[in-house]
Nanobody, 129 residues
Framework: QVQLVESGGGLVQPGGSLRLSCAAS????????IGWFRQAPGKEREGVSC?????????YYADSVQGRFAISRDVAKNTVYLQMNSLKAEDTAVYYC?????????????????????WGKGTLVTVSS
């Protein structure tokens, strides 16, 4: 059973930066696609970013975060990161990470949540002055 724990959220001013972490236990993440998602109160969950398995595949960024966010993985720490720069008020949300447990999985650009079957409980990011 894969367990995912997000951390790194908090309060930051517009233009600031945060680095979110998604730590996994019970399984390694190298060969699976991992995605970051967010949900603001009263709104639908949306895909933010996704990184394919180390076997290859596309990396996804939502248009709203393109050029500002970067997803990466640290194999030694079995952790996936989301570096968030130039934060805006509209980035405020609970951020979740998720994993596609199919070996060699790749990110779906059309629907980033497709195939994601294990989810963390989220970490809150608040961007406000």
């Amino acid at each position: 059973q894969v367990q995912l724990v997000e951390s790194g959220g908090g309060l930051v001013q517009p233009g600031g930066s945060l680095r979110l972490s998604c730590a996994a236990s019970g399984s390694t993440l190298d060969y699976y696609a991992i995605g970051w998602f967010r949900q603001a109160p009263g709104k639908e969950r949306e895909g933010v970013s996704c990184i394919s398995s180390v076997n290859g595949g596309p990396t996804y960024y939502a248009d709203s975060v393109q050029g500002r966010f970067a997803i990466s993985r640290d194999v030694a720490k079995n952790t996936v990161y989301l570096q968030m720069n130039s934060l805006k008020a509209e980035d405020t949300a609970v951020y979740y990470c998720a994993v596609d447990s199919q070996y060699g999985s790749t990110c779906s650009i059309v629907d980033p949540s497709y195939g994601m079957d294990y989810w963390g409980k989220g970490t809150l990011v608040t961007v406000s002055s």
